[in-house]
């Protein structure tokens, strides 16, 4: 595993700062009411286009950002012996704290759901950030991380990395369209997850350190 340049390291920081700021503005616009009207007027172009096909897809794509998926993938990168130390430890010790976080920020900012009327599917608990947003950018952006790092196949680390991407895309767009986020809380959930997921490489880089020295891998 190749050490990070002193360039590489800025960048990361600026990038985690820059999220975070994104976050935060954010956050004051939800709690003042202030992006409301943008809100509502982007819901009502996405329900305007609601079919019986796009239902049945964003159905099965929001599946993949709940818990129910992500803890079988952390499950299956924690079981498999190959995944388990350079992939598994690690994700999971970086994507439980990520976690804690976007419980917290979702209770302090409170904001309630959309109404019920126009939702898809059943949920529960406050609307922003989107939990499956940030979950998804945390969950997966560190397998794409750490797979890029110890994977010696570029070309399968590429394919994995653009299949993690798009699905990560996907999960925080099918929420608005189920009815149960606003377009900002998608936002929300993509710019603390980045932060948090370029704070937590520096970790992660040293945690996959230590672990690959132990077990010599």
Excluded at 14 to 34: H, K, N, R, S
Excluded at 71 to 93: C, D, M, Q
Excluded at 113 to 123: G, K
Aim: charged share 15%; with cysteine.
């Amino acid at each position: 595993m190749e050490r990070l340049t002193t360039a590489q390291r800025r960048r990361r920081i600026l990038t985690g700062f820059a999220a975070a700021g994104f976050f935060i503005i954010l956050a004051i616009l939800v709690v003042t009411g202030t992006i409301q009207p943008l809100d509502d007027t982007v819901r009502s172009a996405i329900y305007g286009g609601r079919t019986d096909a796009l239902t049945a897809f964003w159905r099965f794509i929001t599946f993949f950002g709940g818990h129910t998926a992500i803890l079988a993938v952390a499950a299956a990168l924690l079981l498999i012996p190959a995944t388990r130390w350079r992939i598994g430890i690690p994700a999971a010790a970086c994507a439980v704290p990520g976690y804690v976080l976007y419980t917290l920020e979702k209770k302090f900012i409170a904001r309630p759901r959309p109404d019920a009327a126009v939702w898809l599917i059943q949920e529960h608990g406050f609307s922003f950030p989107s939990g499956h947003a940030m979950n998804s950018v945390i969950c997966y952006g560190i397998v794409i991380y750490l797979i890029r790092r110890h994977c010696p196949n570029k070309t399968v680390a590429n394919v994995l990395t653009v299949l993690l991407a798009v699905l990560i895309l996907l999960i925080g767009l099918s929420r608005p369209y189920l009815g149960v986020h606003y377009p900002s809380d998608i936002l929300g959930g993509w710019s603390m997850g980045i932060a948090w997921l370029c704070f937590a490489s520096f970790y992660l880089d040293a945690l996959n350190l230590r672990l690959m020295k132990k077990h010599r891998l």
